[in-house]
């Protein structure tokens, strides 16, 4: 969608005629049916009157298109300013324009990322305004057909009108994006060279033609994207199917290709904590795009998508392989059938409202069935951590059959993390009160599991087995408020009495945690391991789950304030006691089963209650 659309003869003519922000305002409210926020009409406002000038110059041609407020489909993302022609031998040819109304900014250590006040609100990380552009480019060019499959050549550039040269933000550190997305500053020296790059790619008015194409076309992966991706799985084997993986696969990948000819499907893949969900679910993604199917790979968290987005990245840009991924509730407003096929991974993550503040949308559940022609939903209902998890395979067979889909139900047997030990599973959720089986022990030679007197203890272990590949980390219940949020020098574990002191992992790293090489010596949380894996897992039981009297109990007490995923548990408590506490118990046992299963070699505790650590020994010894 473009919100305005003529020709610089029009946008010049609008310009002077009428405010243009008051112009682009009323398209706004047009074509959204919402009123533009003021910090839009600002920027509007300042940044368009500037654009006036650059193209105040006879010697661009009229008919040359004009675009503002370009929606790239299925992003999120907006272009600023596009404008469209040919060049001097005829060929299609399209300018990105990212407007920034900045005067100041500051350099950040992370490749592509500059530090600056953004929409009016205080200094904040982000990308920097030519890898913006660039990476707006590369999102059309992966997936707009009209862009990829008619030659439209784009060329991408940011214009920042209020900023000096000062080093900083035409820093040589972001030299090579720079001159993928040439960047223009504040003088009238600036405003020309701006002009001159224009000039350069369009010669010829188009009376906005490819605008038109770009912003009607059908949203497909490009063969060269497809390519990449397939070429990116070859020869992984991080990503290689094994016996009823493959056959879940190919079943999947079967229902996806009746879907987007026929009937709306529904798969659901039941399946334990190992047994291959989220390496089904990259596969399918890939596969499909490979076929030239819409597609994402959906989760809750964050921290799978970037993980998987980074495994992938290979040669294509981050901007085109984010774009295959996205959150859950980001379907609230997706037209029905938009996707050929969305892949959810931990689907039992699903919540009801989306939004940051749990205000948007009916339930995620549906939005998602609704707004693809076959939802392949990955499931594991004792994996459901916190009190807005809704993913329950009742609630998606519900769904499901209210949208008349035809639904498929698959289960994964064969675990492949924890050193292939079922028994250790099955040994788990008995030593977890989950449910009752009859391992009252594991084979200890396949799956290594210790008890440790004291968080160091269990640092050490963990750093040295880390040293081999970098996939060894520390994890903990969410039983410690986040110090460290608001003081980057506060510590926010601490064990006095061991001389321990650590932080969560929550800042710096963020959803790239679990991979990053020095957050050996950051804890990690449900939030940021779910979905993901380890060689050995070093786990911190808090005061949320102790033993007393031989019985493990939980207490939702021992959590942190500042943990959301039981947040306003006391409130549900005075309405229902005993469902409360029992879905607290439940969520609270859950969060340790799943921290506790992300070691495919080995898993080593340490619990701050002197008798839970009694307790997990003695279940260890088969007592």
Known sequence: MIVYQSTREKFLEDNENRAIEDIIASAFLTNTG???????????????????EVLRDDSLPDTMGVGVEFGIPQTGKRIDFILSGESEDGQPRVVIVELKQWSTSRISEKDG???????????????HPSYQAWSYAALLEGFNEAVHEGA???????????????????SPIYARYIEKAPLFLRGHGERQKLRDFIRQYVKRGDDGELLFRIDQARIRPSRMLADSLVEMLKGNREFVLIDDQKVAYETCLARSIEAAATKKQVVIVEGGPGTGKSVIAINLMVALTDKGLLTKYVSKNAAPRAVYQQRLKGHRTQAQISAMFGGSGAFFETEADTFDALVVDEAHRLNEKSGLYGNLGQNQVKEIIDAAKCAILFVDDDQIVTLNDIGRIAELEKWAALSGAEV????????????????????????????ETANRDFDTDTFDFRVVDSPTDLHCLIEERNR?????????????DWKSK???????IEFPEFEFRKQWNLGSDGSLWITAPDSIEQIGCIHTCQGLELDYVGVIIGPDLIVRDG?????????????????????????????????????????????????????????????????????????
Not at 152 to 170: K, T
């Open 468 to 480: 081999v590949n970098n996939k060894s980390r520390l994890v903990a219940g969410y039983c410690w």
């Open 486 to 492: 608001r003081n980057p020098d506060a510590f926010d």
């Open 34 to 52: 919402r009123y533009a926020p003021q910090a839009e009409y600002r920027a509007w406002q300042h940044s368009l009157t500037q654009m006036a």
């Open 113 to 127: 990322i500059v530090i600056a006040q953004r929409g009016g609100r205080s200094e904040r990380e982000g990308t």
């Open 408 to 435: 498929t139900r698959l289960a994964l047997a064969s675990q492949f993390r924890c050193a292939g030990s079922d028994g250790y599973l099955a040994w788990l959720d008995d030593a977890l009160g989950i449910r």
């Open 152 to 170: 439209i050549r784009l060329q991408p550039c940011a214009y920042l009108h209020n900023y000096q040269r000062d080093g900083v933000i035409d």
């Open 551 to 623: 019985v493990l109990m939980s207490v939702p007490e021992g959590r942190s304030k500042m943990d959301r995923s039981i947040r306003g548990w006391k409130t549900l408590v005075k309405q229902d006691r005993e469902g409360t506490l029992e879905r607290l118990d439940a969520i609270i046992r859950n969060t340790y089963r799943t921290l506790m299963t992300r070691g495919m070699k080995g898993c080593y505790i340490y619990c701050s209650d002197g008798e839970t650590r009694g307790y997990f020994r003695t279940r260890l010894h088969g007592r």
